[in-house]
């Protein structure tokens, strides 16, 4: 008689390949990492460096590299440096998503009018400040994986709803560039890929599990953000000159 499969303190028992613990949330997690790479030499390519907006679309590729880096280290290996290492980089990523949508949405990039470096600044400050209290906590006083959840959840929650608001009201106003829409489907996209985390199943073949599914599902839409962020900065110069 087949017996159930358990998780055994809280995780799935996953087939080894090739010494890695979950094959294929490696392997999702390079494909995002490689969303990242080619899509942050699109940017190089297609942006001029001469464009304010270019360094923090740069960023948010640093900080994906690190998020996928650290991710496919710890589905390689579970160890608790791997997980806190993983459990780090994301909340970076997940917080510098946020912190690029206030400074895209409400333009603190630009240096006029003259309250705009200050605010960039102070918002720069927050960010930062948050980040170090989030992991301060997490360290020092107590890995708690729920509060862990509910931060990153609250972030990415704001930040989702800014993209959604921010993508309808310039879609409403200029409805024949579709591309504008982008960021609202793009935010539902991946909403819908994050559910799967609700799903939990034991892995497929002792392979592939909700975990790992939830990485596939966020390639694609990784990549088309890139799309967005070049047509962006082209109709953002586009206006620039026109204004000249």
């Known amino acids: 008689m087949l017996q159930p499969i358990v998780q055994f303190h809280g995780k799935w028992p996953f087939y080894r ?3 890695m613990q979950e094959i294929f949330s490696v392997l999702f997690s390079l494909l995002n990492f490689l969303a990242h790479y080619y899509g942050l030499k699109w940017v190089e390519s297609s942006i001029p460096a001469s464009y304010p907006l270019r360094k923090y679309y740069k960023g948010f590729a640093y900080f994906g590299y690190a998020s996928w880096t650290f991710s496919m280290l710890f589905h390689t290996r579970d160890f608790p440096l791997t997980e806190k290492l993983d459990y780090w980089a994301a909340g970076a990523s997940i917080l510098y998503g946020l912190y690029l949508v206030v400074i895209r949405v409400f333009r603190l990039d630009q240096e006029r009018p003259r309250f705009k470096p200050t605010l960039r600044r102070l918002w720069t400050y927050l960010c930062v400040g948050l980040y170090i209290a989030h992991v301060s906590y997490l360290t020092f006083w107590s890995w708690d ?14 930040q989702n709803v800014l993209w959604t608001a921010f993508s309808i009201y310039r879609y409403r106003k200029e409805p024949k560039k579709p591309w504008m829409a982008w960021p609202a489907i793009i935010v539902l996209w991946i909403s819908l890929a994050m559910s799967l985390e609700l799903f939990d199943f034991p892995p497929w073949w002792g392979l592939i599990d909700a975990h790992a599914l939830w990485h596939l599902g966020t390639v694609i839409p990784t990549a088309w953000w890139y799309l967005f962020i070049v047509e962006d900065a082209k109709n953002d110069l586009a206006a620039e000159r026109l204004k000249a």
């Open 17 to 19: 390949v090739l010494g």
């Open 145 to 158: 994986y729920t509060y862990n959840m509910i931060a990153n959840v609250i972030v990415g929650v704001i």
